[in-house]
């Protein structure tokens, strides 16, 4: 038997001849073409694509490192604000304080003040009564001594004119 007898034996559908090498040909030319043609543009867009997912994705990646620096420093504004707005109100809140001790230190001058003005205005009526409790002693005594020299008294009507006296000083005291 001839090889090409025990490869078709061997094989079993498989006959070299021309045929056979006509479809390998072409299978060689066909895969030249497309390996010239196809496959080159094929590999460079799957390349590229691939080159394009890894870009996104590092793109993705520098977003979110980003966004967590983002995120961070906003984290750190807010920290700072709610401090910032904490040292205000202690801030506001001493120099409330401060007005308000202000305020009552003028109001204890004021006051004192006023009760002094007042305390004078007493003396001044206190002298003022006075000065009238004298000037209606002083009308009683000559009323009395008027009294005294129209009558010649003896002991007893002496001490009634005394009494007498002093009873009418009396009611003349609590009627002013």
Known sequence: ????????????????????????????????????????????????????????????ENDRIKANALKADYEGKLKNAESEGRDIIRDHTVKAERNAQDIMTKADADAKHLIENAKREIEREKVKAINSLKDDISDLAILAAERVVEKDLDEKSHRELIHGFIEEVGDTKWQN
């Open 1 to 60: 038997m001839s090889q090409i007898g025990v490869l078709t034996s061997y094989f079993g559908l498989i006959e070299f001849n021309f045929t056979f090498i006509a479809t390998i040909v072409n299978f060689l030319i066909l895969f030249l073409f497309l390996k010239k043609f196809l496959f080159e543009k094929v590999t460079d867009f799957i390349n590229a694509r691939e080159e394009e997912v890894r870009n996104n994705i590092q793109d993705a």
